[in-house]
């Protein structure tokens, strides 16, 4: 065991297994304490979503580092599962018990400012070659910043290459493409395209929504038209619920089992079996399914929704954040400083299957992923939750797929959708 582990403290939250001496955590929460010297005088706590095995490898390699650097300071990481996570961060927060450095979304992000919990890292960005595009999306209405990305993460239509060769398909590349291998294997007897209740569906939407307006330069102007209630988020986004709607009538997605598949899990298991074509999900779960050997070759393409060509939908994510009122709000922020050093981010960021944030790095190496990298670099993308936009978009459309998955009516539906964005 290194010397930097013994300083280590994680506390697992889920079933995974971890690096060091510990194998996996029993189906109970499981506290593993690793000795602390006498000589680490502070403790820095870091609560996180990332839980996995290869994501906690990865933060361990990181604080280790830190601790090696500075043998005065012990860091705790404690991770939870899912969206269970971010209702124990909210939680955490109402109740003042904030840790020390955390992660946030769009949504806990717009939160948190406005109540100001959130320290301003203006100062530590200043010296991190971030990408101008993400400079933009980590500044904030009254000029600061609240949060930093470590990677940007991105959403894809994972393909079973075999499964579509064997019956003469071709990788889709376009909307009239995709649909007509849909069909072919809806009149197989098979659904086509495994989809979950979570990321699915509501980035397909904004990829078919959205796009127009970025490849106009037009996202800023409306979204702050969408805050100021000038217009409505269904003028933008029907479209794209709308093929969402076709898509399970015409059997491509089985509403009832999306309703109830759980994002990068119970998806991922599914789709391993070989038995579907298409998966929609994030691209960062593609390491996970490598570790999963599947016994076909796949690959992970942009989504396939335009006439001509396709789109990518992007984010940046594992937002690191630090507490406005913690204690060791100095020394979080050199460690976040640690954590954002370039061969960290680049680091950290290929681990996920990511994008790096900084502006000379995005190519992640694993190979089922390169054509993703390729539309990145073309930037044939969108921002699923634009920090533009000043409401829980995330939320929002969470809510909205699933209530379309249980038959909710498109009309109520974007009513619905609608609301949330004005009562918020």
């Not at 899912?82 to 109402?94: T, V």
């Not at 290459?161 to 376009?174: F, I, K, M, N």
């Amino acid at each position: 065991m290194k010397n930097g582990m013994k300083r280590l403290a994680l506390l697992c939250m889920a079933l995974v297994p971890l690096a060091g001496s510990v194998s996996a955590c029993q189906k109970r929460s499981q506290v593993v304490n690793y000795e602390v010297p006498k000589e680490a005088e502070h403790t820095l706590s870091f609560f996180g979503n990332k839980y996995e095995a290869v994501n906690v490898e990865v933060i361990e390699e990181i604080i280790n580092g830190y601790m090696d650097q500075n043998p005065d300071v012990s860091v705790t990481y404690e991770s939870e599962k899912g969206a269970a996570y971010f209702d124990s961060l909210r939680n955490r927060q109402q109740t003042d018990h904030l840790d020390d450095i955390f992660i946030v979304n769009h949504d806990t992000a717009l939160e948190f400012a406005a109540d100001g919990s959130l320290a301003d890292l203006s100062e530590l960005v200043k010296y991190v070659p971030f990408s101008e595009d993400m400079v933009r999306q980590m500044t904030s209405a009254d000029g600061k910043i609240y949060w930093v990305p470590t990677t940007i993460s991105a959403f894809g239509l994972y393909c079973n290459l075999d499964l579509l060769h064997a019956h003469g398909c071709s990788l889709p590349r376009t909307l009239g493409e995709w649909k007509d291998v849909c069909d072919f294997f809806v009149k197989k007897g098979v659904t086509p395209i495994i989809a979950n209740n979570d990321i699915s569906l509501k980035t397909l939407a904004v990829a078919v929504g959205f796009y127009p307006l970025y490849e106009k330069g037009m996202q800023e102007e409306t979204f702050a038209k969408i805050n100021r209630g000038e217009e409505t988020l269904s003028k933008y986004l029907l479209d794209g619920f709308t093929l969402i709607r076709e898509f399970c009538d015409r059997g491509y997605i089985d509403p009832s089992e999306a309703l109830k598949t759980e994002k990068t899990s119970d998806d991922l298991e599914i789709f391993v079996q070989g038995e579907a074509p298409f998966m929609l999900t994030g691209v960062w779960a593609a390491e996970r399914v490598r570790r999963m050997n599947p016994d076909f070759s796949w690959r992970v393409v942009s989504y396939p929704v335009l006439e001509e060509g396709a789109v990518l939908v992007i984010n940046p994510d594992v937002r690191l954040s630090i507490a406005a009122n913690g204690e060791n709000q100095e020394l979080a922020k050199d460690f976040a400083d640690y954590f954002l050093k370039s061969e960290n981010l680049w680091r950290f960021a290929d681990h996920q299957a990511s994008f790096c944030p900084l502006a000379d790095g995005y190519e992640p190496s694993m190979a089922e992923i390169q054509e993703i990298a390729g539309s990145y670099k073309k930037q044939v993308s969108v921002i699923g939750a634009d920090s533009q936009m000043q409401f829980p978009i995330w939320d929002i459309l969470t809510e909205t797929s699933q209530r379309l998955l249980a038959g909710q009516q498109l009309e109520e539906l974007m009513e619905w959708m609608d609301a949330q964005v004005v009562e918020r």
